[in-house]
Every structure is written in structure tokens, then in C-alpha cells.
């Protein structure tokens, strides 16, 4: 049992050294051009940060994550998608996110399927809708235990007819002591907007935010 834990927390942290590592080859404006390496790096059976491909049919454009019971200050996130022009709506976009629970780790039942062996179960998947439209309904999760100081966040990845699954610097919240001048600048792929997102209470006393995307030019 502890060799299996250790051979998690290895993998975990290898996984989030990898989404931090990704270099990219781009050019220099609010829509970047990404790389044909990073294009062919999520053709590989072995693509550890994907999880488009694993949608269920007929994905709508919000989702509600977390199972009944499931602990954690309620959230939702929603926001447009935009095409490359930054103006436009997106359509049938398909976004995936996961995150840790409010223990700051990554839960699985033990009978997940694919990525979900290792993303856990609080993930989802959204396709946008015909106004570039999508919205998730989770917990707020809480930042690793065990390695690190990196923030509390949401892993984000996008992919559409026109646009192979790539991923985009996880949402940050901005009143997490943990986003640090050294976090905000290594920040590498935010999507046109800020990753990092404020958070409100509405008259529910639920925590809303919003992160917009601009899609990206592929080569
Ligand atoms: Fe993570």
C-alpha cells in the first residue's frame, strides 16, 4: 500500500512537472501558433494530459462533475469560446477539465476507464454550444498535499473539427495565496484571457467565475 502510494505521488508529480515543461515553438501575438510537435505529441497512445477523445456521446454544452455527496464548496464556471479572430463564437467545441477534490487530490473509485485511471473522477466534458456557450457545475478544489506549492486549480483541455486537443494553463483563483509572481509568470498558454479567475457568490451563496478562451491557429 505505501509503495503503491509512492508510486502516485511519483506519477503525479511527473505528470504536472510534464504540463509544466511542454515547450512551445510560437509566434508572438494574442493567438499563438502552436508547434506540429505538440500536435503529433497528442496523437500518441501515451498522452497522458488528454481527455476529449474519451467524451461521452451526445456531450452537452454544461455538465455537473462532482457525485451526490461529494464535499467541497459548490463552484461553476462558465464562459464563451471564441474562434482564433477573438470575436467570433465557437461551436461544438469540446472542452475537458478535472481537478482534485477538496483534499487537494486526485479521487477514483477504482473502476475509471482510460485518463480517468489517473485524472479521477472529477472530470467532465462540454461541447459548446451554438453561441460558443459552456458552463460546469463542481467543488472548489483544493491545492496538492503532498508535493509542492502549486496552486489550486483546474486542468483545461480544448479540441474541435478544426483544432486538435491541446491544453491550456489551468484556471488559478485569485484569492489563493498560492498565485505567486512566480506562478503568473510561467503561465504559458492562458487562452486569450487571464487563467486566473475571481471568483463571486451569487444569491445561492454559490461561487461563480468566468474564463473566456480564444481558441488557437494551428500550421
Ligand atoms: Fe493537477
Redesign the pocket.
Known sequence: MIVQKKILILY?TS??LT?NSYSLSVKKSDNTLISESIIESINQEDCNWCGTSEAPENVSWNTVIPPEGELGEKLIISGTIFLPDGKTPAKDIVVYVH??NNEGI?PKRGDEKGNGQYHGYLRGWMKTNSNGKYELETIRPAP?HSHGG?PA?I?YNVQGPDYPEYWLT?IWFSDDPRVTDEYKKSVKRSGGFSNIISLTKDENNILRGTRNIILEKFE
Open positions: 503525479i505528470l504536472c504540463l481537478h482534485t486526485y496538492y502549486e486549480h486542468h489551468a
